[in-house]
């Protein structure tokens, strides 16, 4: 069987939560030995066996953002003919994966790792681009023959967003961990890894690692960092902001952080895994602040790490944190617009500081937490086991 899988991401360029899972999964399925998996992605050339990359149109150079994506996704659909199944991973890739489908007659599979109606700022970003990825978006999933949903919540948010969907054609294959790849690392040379960054491994920090979007909720965190104890490092490795507005928000928000406190780090560079791994040991807790977050591969990565993780009780996180044993939900009632903000944002922002102060202010059993939470990744989250779930729903489209 030939599955061809397209994405805006791959390695070498991953930048998110959809790049690592595309990755992972490749990795499970090339593994079994009895699928000829062939990837095609955004970008450059890559060196890496059946891994194709495809650059945007020249002609396309001056257009908006969405249109160019649609013509790599021409280019894509035109390469899968000969593959018995396509399966597209987010919007940048689904008009690819639904055009192959009509034009080879395959089925296309559909993994959602987030959903346009869900992420309105997105018109910040891409003006009347976000009407042409929200389309895009719509018709792949309208016409997919499976839909892959990363956690039951995200399942949920589809069948809302797309109620012409048959829930029967929503399948739940949680995303998952390499807990070899992602583990403690308490080594010297780590700790050094953290004093380069300017924070101190023997005293406690609240640690946020992500992108500048407003999906990730990075502006609450800082608000609530505020009221922290004051020997708490705050460090954010937060880069890649979606526009100049959010950027100069979080960068206002951080002067007036530093204003009020000392061990404010700022990290706003894509760092190595070894480092972000370096950083999560050391942290006292993770900060999962998101408004919007499908199942949030990166609190998966704070667990295996063995550091305990604050996050917002929304979307997927309370199927991967869970309250008071791997960590601490934080409540949130959101405006039932797509948005995903607080109704009460001060109410938020407060609940958000309590749970971390109670974070950083109880060590033994943040770290109690932290072993709680490599534990439930090792044993709920192995990319084999996701590897085989995808596959089952690969084979029920095909039978």
């Not at 059946?50 to 160019?68: C, H, K, M, V, W």
């Not at 890739?93 to 992420?119: D, F, I, K, Q, Y």
């Not at 950027?247 to 928000?253: A, N, P, T």
């Amino acid at each position: 069987m030939r599955v061809d899988i397209l994405s805006k991401e791959y390695p070498p360029q991953i930048y998110g939560g959809a790049g690592v899972h595309v990755s992972e999964l490749v990795r499970a399925l090339r593994s079994r030995g009895d699928i000829d998996v062939q990837v095609r992605c955004f970008g450059p050339p890559r060196d890496e066996q059946g891994t194709f990359g495809y650059a945007d149109l020249s002609e396309l150079g001056g257009a908006n953002p969405a249109i160019r994506t649609l013509g790599v996704d021409l280019a894509m659909a035109s390469d899968c003919v000969g593959a018995d199944l396509v399966h597209s991973h987010t919007w940048y890739a689904n008009m690819g994966g639904h055009l192959a489908s009509l034009l080879t007659g395959v089925p296309h599979v559909v993994t959602a790792h987030s959903l346009e109606p869900l992420r309105p700022w997105k018109a910040e970003q891409l003006g009347g681009g976000y009407a042409v990825s929200s389309f895009a978006e719509r018709v792949a999933y309208e016409s997919a023959a499976a839909v892959v949903a990363v956690s039951a919540g995200m399942r949920a948010d589809v069948l809302k967003s797309y109620p012409s969907v048959d829930p029967a054609r929503v399948h739940v294959v949680h995303n998952g961990i390499d807990s070899e790849l992602w583990k403690p690392d308490t080594t010297d040379l780590a700790r050094d890894v953290v004093r380069k960054h300017g924070v101190d491994p023997d005293k406690p920090s609240v640690l946020f690692v992500g992108r500048i979007t407003r999906q990730k909720g990075l502006p609450y965190l800082m608000r609530a960092c505020a009221s922290l104890p004051p020997d708490v490092q705050v460090v954010l490795c937060a880069g890649a902001p979606d526009t100049p507005e959010i950027q100069h928000e979080v960068e206002d928000l951080l002067e007036a952080l530093r204003r009020t406190r000392t061990g404010v780090v700022m990290i706003a560079e894509m760092l190595p895994r070894s480092e972000v791994v370096a950083l999560l040991t050391a942290a006292t807790v993770f900060a999962c602040p998101s408004v919007y977050e499908p199942l949030g591969i990166v609190n998966l990565e704070a667990m295996a790490c063995e550091t305990a993780v604050v996050a917002t009780a929304t979307g997927g996180i309370p199927e991967v944190v869970v309250d008071g044993e791997t960590g601490w939900l934080v409540p949130i009632e959101q405006v039932d617009d797509g948005s995903g903000v607080p109704v009460d944002p001060d109410r938020f922002v407060a609940d958000l500081a309590a749970a971390l102060t109670e974070a950083v202010s109880d060590a033994d059993r943040a770290a109690s937490f932290g072993r709680a939470g490599r534990a439930r990744a090792v044993e709920h989250f192995s990319w084999s086991s996701i590897g085989d779930q995808t596959l089952a729903v690969y084979q029920s489209v095909l039978a």
